[in-house]
């Protein structure tokens, strides 16, 4: 027999594991993983020399664009920058232009993205306005929901505990999943008034309104929701102390909830804030250091499940306006965010396990992404090729994102992704693409 592809020369992380091995590759999945004397004939074969091969990493936080937003990101150069980055698998949020909130605007969103996608994407949903549709949303392909409790975006009326009780019983009899962004509307809506009315419109003014009360309240809420319909809930970039703690007690009361961090969170405070001004300014925002020692004890003890780069593009006009609540929030992060935690692994605060687990083993557990984040037989020949050694700098003006800036922006790092496969077919070599747009997969929660 003969193969698509051999990688030779190359050690892999395998069953927690790194060994020295080889991969042979037919149709998009893995074939074969031995000795090279023992692979079989291939169309082609590769040498890594000696680099690592993850399982390939999967971003379960990430805003594409594209469609009315396609000015700040589309998807061809959100993807290249996911593959830029290592990434070979992302999901995608639904508060775009227009709101991805039902069957019809998710199925138009997945026919642009085919076209267009490097890697894989999988797309998260809205909730409707009538919770009727929600099983028309998941038959569609959504890979989860996406509640917002700092906004209205999608259809169901976030101050209602009612509607969401019910939404959240919906989900569960589908088998499927709620994400949430915590933050309490309420507090967050008189903290701003309050300033605007003494006229404070800098950075403190943003950081104070978007309290760690705030994110407290909705988490707690939440939780209160899920002990009544036992739904899984996947909290996003959880940001504060209080937040996590309270998470914790409901995992060790055995509800079904997960948690993610982000490299921002847990690398930037409230002193690079200060120090860079807007180009810091997310939600929630970055906060002080008692929160991220939280957050990277956290990660640590295994009470956060998923690392995240919540990469939210924007124009650069839409960071640099004078009055703070008229930036527009995010940070691009598909591109900075294994750097960020390679470079903690070489500094001994991480393990390469570490990163498989947070990026890869738990994405798929929690998401149900078949035939993914483990190298093993059968799975998809999605990889991450990892040189630890590479020392670099962080280049934002370099980015295959549209989005060319990053509070990283000329940070050393070392350890770098060098190639990224994704089915099989080589996609990133070198930071730089090599496949056509359209060589990604749309994929489906299962």
Not at 155 to 182: M, P, Q, R, T
Not at 378 to 388: E, F, K, Q, S, Y
Not at 406 to 426: A, I, M, N, R, Y
Request: charged residues 30%; hydrophobic residues 40%; aromatic residues 6%.
């Amino acid at each position: 027999m003969t193969v698509d592809l051999v990688l030779n020369n190359t050690k892999a992380y395998i069953n927690k594991k790194i060994a020295e091995c080889s991969l042979a590759i037919e149709n998009g999945k893995i074939y074969k993983i031995g000795k090279e004397t023992n692979m079989p004939k291939a169309e082609e074969k590769i040498d890594l020399k000696n680099l690592l091969v993850l399982p390939g990493l999967i971003d379960v936080h990430t805003h594409l664009r594209d469609e009315g937003k396609a000015y700040k990101e589309d998807f061809y150069t959100g993807t290249a920058a996911a593959a830029a980055g290592g990434i070979t698998t992302v999901l995608d949020m639904p508060n775009n232009d227009p709101v991805t909130m039902n069957a019809e605007t998710l199925r138009k969103r997945m026919e642009i993205a085919e076209k267009k996608i490097l890697v894989n994407v999988g797309f998260y949903s809205e909730f409707p306005k009538r919770t009727s549709e929600i099983p028309a949303i998941i038959k569609e392909g959504a890979v989860a929901f996406k509640l917002f409790m700092m906004e209205q975006v999608g259809g169901l009326n976030i101050d209602d505990d009612n509607a969401l009780s019910e939404a959240f019983k919906i989900v569960k009899k589908s088998k499927a999943l709620v994400a949430v962004h915590a933050e309490d509307k309420e507090t967050i809506k008189k903290a701003e008034e309050k300033f605007k009315r003494l006229n404070g419109n800098d950075i403190e003014a943003f950081l104070k309104a978007h309290s760690e009360i705030a994110e407290w309240k909705a988490v707690n809420r939440l939780i209160n929701i899920v002990k009544q319909t036992h739904t899984p809930l996947h909290f996003c970039h959880v940001s504060t102390k209080k937040g996590l703690e309270t998470i914790i007690e409901g995992k060790k009361s055995d509800l079904p909830i997960s948690c993610e961090a982000t490299p921002h969170h847990m690398f930037l405070s409230v002193k690079d804030s200060r120090k860079i001004g807007a180009l810091t300014l997310t939600l929630p925002p970055v906060r002080e250091k008692k929160h991220t020692a939280a957050l990277l004890e956290g990660v640590k003890n295994g009470w956060i499940d998923i690392l995240a780069s919540d990469h939210a593009p924007h124009t650069m006009a839409e960071k640099k306006v004078e009055n703070v609540w008229n930036v527009k929030v995010g940070i691009p992060g598909l591109e900075t965010t294994l750097l960020l935690l390679l470079t903690e692994v070489n500094r001994k605060k991480l393990s390469i396990g570490d990163v498989v687990r947070l990026m890869a083993e738990n994405p798929v557990r929690i998401f149900k992404l078949k035939g993914r984040g483990y190298l093993e037989k059968g799975n998809m020949a999605d990889l991450t090729v990892i040189d630890l050694k590479r020392k670099d700098k962080i280049e934002a003006s370099k980015f295959h994102s549209k989005a060319k800036y990053s509070p990283f922006d000329g940070w050393k790092v070392k350890g770098k992704p060098v190639k990224t496969f994704v089915k099989g077919q080589l996609i990133m070599d070198e930071n730089e693409i090599v496949a056509k747009a359209g060589s990604g997969e749309i994929i489906r929660r299962e």
